[in-house]
């Protein structure tokens, strides 16, 4: 069965840091996102993507954040200058088209565990 | 804005039937679903509704009324792998596809 990849699993980085987390997404899916995960808490959603360009970004997506798809199967979020409040669990996610729109499904991938000192 | 709110914690025993509810407000709707997450992994899709009513899928099914802003999630016949935390979620009516979470509700199913 096709899913979403995520590399690297765990990354621990120095605060002030860049650090540019990459995801595969399903083969077919034309719609990826980005959400996060603080320890404990509910997943928030960060930017979605479509197209080849941003199409819906949350208030915690700043400058510092970027994403990037920069061939035909990857996808990337950077963040330029990390800081403490960035550590987080990053899951990367897409979905298919369908008529009208995006599927309902989202297929998440493993998520990369950051860790900001 | 959309808020979503479900229980926290939830403990059942294995074979039973348990219930967790979803209430949301939302500025505009277009459907709920459900995933379910093992400690701190992926959340995988379970099931999703858009129109009022009750999908089944197996072992899990859910249900919306949209004129109450309420929806949940049953699971039968519980087996220990049930185990998790399980998160509703609304899409935004953006048609970006972003996906609203609550906090989740983490069950625990006791032999």
């Known amino acids: 069965e096709p899913e979403v990849t995520q590399t690297p699993s765990h990354q621990v980085t120095q605060m002030g840091q860049e650090v540019i987390l990459r995801c595969v997404p399903i083969s077919n899916h034309l719609y990826f996102y980005w959400y996060r995960q603080i320890l404990g808490q509910k997943v928030e959603f960060l930017v979605s993507?479509?197209?080849?360009?941003?199409?819906?970004k949350s208030e915690i997506f700043d400058d510092q954040f970027s994403v990037e798809r920069p061939d035909g199967s990857n996808f990337t979020l950077k963040i330029r200058s990390t800081k403490l409040e960035d550590s987080a669990m990053y899951f990367c996610?897409?979905?298919?088209?369908?008529?009208?729109?995006?599927?309902?499904?989202?297929?998440f991938g493993p998520g990369t565990r950051l860790t900001v000192t | 804005g959309q808020s979503l709110e479900q229980p926290s914690e939830v403990t059942a025993v294995e074979g039973a039937i348990v219930q967790i509810n979803c209430t949301y407000q939302t500025s505009g709707f277009y459907g709920l679903s459900w995933y379910q997450q093992h400690d701190g992994g992926a959340p995988t899709f379970l099931s999703y509704n858009g129109l009022d009513g009750l999908e089944e899928t197996g072992r899990f099914s859910s249900f919306l009324s949209r004129s109450d802003s309420y929806g949940y999630l049953l699971l039968q016949e519980l087996q220990m792998k049930d185990s998790a935390s399980y998160f509703c979620a609304v899409r935004d009516p953006s048609n970006t596809g972003k996906l609203i979470f609550g906090q989740g509700t983490t069950l625990q199913v006791k032999p």
């Open positions: 993507f479509y197209n080849n360009e941003i199409s819906e």
């Open positions: 996610a897409s979905s298919e088209y369908l008529a009208g729109g995006t599927s309902h499904e989202q297929y």
